[in-house]
């Protein structure tokens, strides 16, 4: 079971995030037609058979708490221990997976958030007259208005924006004085008046087919493309998108790190300290180009205050957990992509070795814990603890069996049997609503049908008992946390 959680994180890792990429983007970026149909339809479904593929899962399997997934995790990658003082592998695993899974759910978050929006905000399909005049062919020219009527201002300001019917005449078919249509456009101030030109697209020969214009001529194509915004919107949108995205892959791998290539040789360049899990403790990290070291804001036992407050005007300071180990080098903060306060009971008492390669990057410095039970623990030590340790450290050669293997520790992997029945439920009708916004039906009700779509798991969790004790839900999960040795607290 445990294998089948962690493939099914995987896969619904890579097929979810770009299902709702693609989703998002064949919204915003193709015209109306078949392949914009197709496009977003199977990409909606893939998304939704990613949710039902984990809902279907949880309620078979059960429901755990955080922390009984942490635990299944650890006795996954458990190997019969090769007894205290193993020596050290010849190569450690790659880790891309903890990276990819939390910058799949960093980028997740505003790629919904701007499709809900998209949804709700734009215009499903083309017009029937923008249709016609797209299927005949048609010519964009500068023609003057003849006629106003109908304005709807925005505001009481003569220069807020408005929306109104304006009627152009057309070239005859045969010549003569022409034929008046009528279009229906924004202008962003004002109102526009008799004489003023505006692009106008129509058929040429075939003034009987109506008339499409707007203010500026990217505006016409656009409706006659069928996008789904107008082009200045669209372009806010899109660019709103990359932004978000490109803050929330920093974010994810400010988080996890990045990833780390597989087959990583051990030599005699690495630093490897024997270390025993002792708990775990926030760590502060003093800002680059400060030469306070740790315990050196003292003097005689005594705070030096005034130093301290320039200090502390001038600079900040980093402050984040890490499972704290035991090394000959004194205790070695080790930071992890994962609860620390729930791994660390779990990890305490464990022996192994503590391998990182010097970078003299100032950076955290990509670490990782072997166990000598088997397992691999991936993690970052601080930039000015991994440089004092390396500095301080007397080459001495350590063993290195290069038959020795390891299995990598993902104390995340079993994630979906961590989410909430509750919350699936709400991304049901999510993908439910997105469904029917993309059907070709305009109206008021998109907006707020939008903005439910976006809410549902978070209201669905806060009203279906998400807060109650979020044991094992199913007497299956209630028989594995039994034979697990234990309650899931």
């Known amino acids: 079971m445990s294998a089948g959680t962690v493939r099914l994180g995987r896969g619904v890792t890579v097929v979810g995030l770009p299902a709702l990429v693609v989703l998002t983007a064949g919204w915003l970026f193709l015209g109306a037609g078949p392949v914009r149909t197709a496009v977003t339809w199977v990409a909606l479904a893939a998304l939704a058979g990613c949710i039902l593929a984990i809902t279907g899962y949880v309620l078979r399997a059960g429901r755990v708490t955080p922390r009984r997934a942490y635990e299944l995790a650890l006795e996954a990658e458990r190997t019969p221990a090769a007894g205290a003082g193993s020596a050290v592998p010849g190569a450690l695993h790659g880790s891309r997976w903890t990276w990819a899974r939390i910058t799949a759910v960093a980028l997740a978050v505003p790629t919904a958030l701007v499709l809900f929006g998209s949804l709700g905000a734009a215009t499903p399909d083309r017009s029937p007259t923008a249709g016609r005049i797209a299927g005949a062919g048609y010519v964009i020219e500068e023609l003057p208005v003849v006629a106003v009527r109908n304005a709807e201002r925005a505001g009481s300001s003569s220069r807020a924006s408005s929306v109104a019917d304006y009627t152009v005449r057309l070239p005859a078919a045969h010549g003569g004085k022409g034929v008046l249509a009528t279009f229906r ?257 305009d109206g008021g009700w998109r907006l707020w049908t939008a903005a439910a779509g976006a809410l549902a798991p978070l209201l669905v969790w806060m009203t279906g008992g998400l807060f109650a004790a979020p044991a094992a839900e199913t007497k299956a999960a209630q028989a594995e946390v039994q034979a697990g040795g234990g309650p899931a607290a």
């Open 185 to 441: 456009t924004e202008v962003h101030r004002g109102v526009g008046q008799v004489g003023d030109t505006f692009p106008v697209a129509h058929t040429p020969g075939r003034p009987e087919l109506g008339a499409v214009g707007a203010t500026a001529r990217s505006e016409v194509e656009a409706q006659l493309i069928g996008r789904t915004l107008p082009h200045s919107s669209f372009l806010i949108v899109a660019a709103l998108w990359v932004i978000l995205a490109m803050a929330m892959l920093f974010v994810g791998t400010a988080i996890a790190a990045a990833p780390r290539r597989a087959a990583r040789r051990v030599d005699a360049s690495w630093v490897a300290l024997r270390a025993t899990a002792t708990g775990v403790a926030e760590h502060v990290e003093q800002p680059s180009g400060d030469d306070t070291g740790p315990g050196d804001d003292k003097q005689d036992g005594k705070p030096d205050d005034k130093a301290g407050a320039t200090t502390s005007a001038k600079k900040s300071t980093a402050r984040y957990q890490c499972l704290i180990l035991r090394t000959e080098a004194g205790d070695v903060p080790l930071n992890l992509a994962a609860s620390h306060k729930r791994a660390a009971p779990l990890l305490i008492g464990t022996e192994g070795w503590l391998l990182w390669k010097p970078t003299g990057s100032k950076g955290k410095a990509p670490a990782d814990f072997v166990a000598d039970d088997g397992w691999q623990l991936p993690g970052r030590v601080p930039g000015a603890e991994a440089a004092r340790i390396a500095a301080a450290r007397k080459r001495e050669p350590f063993p290195v069996d290069a038959g020795r293997r390891t299995r990598l520790l993902e104390l995340g992997s079993h994630w979906p049997r961590t989410v909430p029945i509750s919350v699936l439920l709400g991304m049901i009708l999510s993908v439910a609503v997105a469904g029917t916004l993309l059907l070709p039906v």
